[in-house]
Structures are given as C-alpha cells and as structure tokens.
C-alpha cells in the first residue's frame, strides 16, 4: 500500500521558515519522480517544485527559486522541503506526489502523478 504522508507545516510570519516532510512508503521511492504541489484559497493546483529521485535533476516554480529548495534522503525514503523567506502569497495547502514524469514540461503536470499524500497546511502571515 502506497502512503505518502507529509508533516511540518503551520503558521509562520513572513520572512520565517518552514521545512516540509514528506515520507514514502510502498512506492519504489529511488528513481522515481517526485515533487511538492500547493493549492491555495480559491487557485488551482500548481507545483511548486520537483526532483528526480535517482539523481540531482530538479525544478522549481518562477515564484519560489531561490527562496525554497527540495531535496531527499533516500536511506529514509523522505522527500523535504525547504522553504525560506515565505510570504503570505506562499500560503496553501502543500501536497507531496509521487511516480510523476520528469523531463519537459512533464514536472508541472499533476495530473501525471499517481500518488497523493494528504498534505499540510501553510499559513503565512503579513
């Protein structure tokens, strides 16, 4: 059974920080795709950012780079993410997804991704 469950949100002040968890279990988590989406009040899905399991290769949404950073452990099965200087356009709920298709413009497409974690709420306050 497939689970991804992810942790560490909640409310922070702009310019604060937060770190995402998301642990994978069931799924082969070494080469495969993965990527944290958001959903804020009102907006549709979009993804935030997305790495290749197997190797370095990952991708960032234009309204994050330089202030968020994905990366893994894969001795754990754990995908993170590092999120700085958040602003309070950053709040949402974050959702962590699995066995995705990097390459192209393939890492945006969430429709793509067959597994979902349930995901954590962000809150950032001005």
């Known amino acids: 059974q497939v689970q991804l469950v992810e942790s560490g949100g909640g409310s922070v002040q702009a310019g604060g920080s937060l770190r995402l968890s998301c642990a994978a279990s069931g799924v082969t988590y070494r080469r495969n795709c993965m990527g944290w989406f958001r959903q804020g009040p009102g907006k549709e899905r979009e993804g935030v950012a997305a790495i290749y399991t197997g190797g370095d290769s990952a991708r960032y949404a234009d309204s994050v780079k330089g202030r968020f950073t994905i990366s893994q452990d894969n001795a754990h099965n754990t995908l993170y993410l590092q999120m700085n200087n958040l602003k309070p356009e950053d709040t949402a709920m974050y959702y962590c997804?699995?066995?995705?298709?990097?390459?192209?413009?393939?890492?945006?497409?969430?429709?793509?991704?067959?597994?979902w974690g349930q995901g954590t709420q962000v809150t950032v306050s001005s």
């Open positions: 997804a699995a066995e995705g298709i990097c390459g192209g413009n393939w890492w945006w497409r969430s429709d793509l991704y067959k597994y």
